[in-house]
Nanobody, 123 residues
Framework: QVQLVESGGGLVQAGGSLRLSCLAS????????MGWFRQAPGKEREFVAA????????NYADSVKGRFTISRDNAKNTVYLQMNSLKPEDTAVYYC????????????????WGQGTQVTVSS
């Protein structure tokens, strides 16, 4: 069992930066692939970024490539999402998720989810 708690969301102006954190409790965090997803009002949950358990592999949605960076610190049971050059269209609730089987961008593949943190980007 893994419990995930996101933090770091908030209100920022367009062009600004935020760093999201996701702290995992439970055992064997370093065996889970981790992902970030987001959901804007009235829209489906969408993939943002993912990182493999080993940190060797990362993947990004085209919409955030070059602006967002996913990383993890297995010693701290934490995964991060550094978000730069934020745009109003990045406004959403951001969720982290853990997957024990595959490094994937598909939400249905993930086993555990956090409660989410709100990111609002003003124009």
């Amino acid at each position: 069992q893994v419990q995930l708690v996101e933090s770091g969301g908030g209100l920022v102006q367009a062009g600004g930066s935020l760093r999201l954190s996701c702290l995992a409790s439970g055992r064997f965090f370093n065996r889970y692939h981790m992902g970030w997803f987001r959901q804007a009002p009235g829209k489906e949950r969408e993939f943002v970024a993912a990182i493999s358990w080993s940190t060797r592999n990362t993947n990004y949605a085209d919409s955030v490539k070059g602006r967002f960076t996913i990383s993890r610190d297995n010693a701290k049971n934490t995964v991060y999402l550094q978000m730069n050059s934020l745009k109003p269209e990045d406004t959403a609730v951001y969720y982290c998720a853990a997957d024990s089987r595959a490094w994937t961008s598909t939400p249905d593949e993930y086993d555990y989810w956090g409660q989410g943190t709100q990111v609002t980007v003003s124009s």
